[in-house]
């Protein structure tokens, strides 16, 4: 408590109440992204990419790059 307290005092935070909130919410955002993650994991390893989509999304990858103005 005594960095949460440092962190109101030095107004990074209003009150102790605002960082415990924002704390949980980036914690559920964290474990849904989590989720979402191991779900696409999931399903890759179920169905893998092809070898024709593999060779489609690298090409559109360079495609993207060439186009890239820098």
Known sequence: ???VDGLVAAG???TRASFIVEAINRLVDELEQ???DRQIVEGYTRIP???EELRWA???ARRSIEEEPW
């Open 1 to 3: 408590m005594a960095q």
């Open 12 to 14: 990074t935070y209003p």
């Open 34 to 36: 989590r989720e979402i």
């Open 49 to 51: 990419q092809t070898d």
């Open 58 to 60: 690298e090409a559109s």
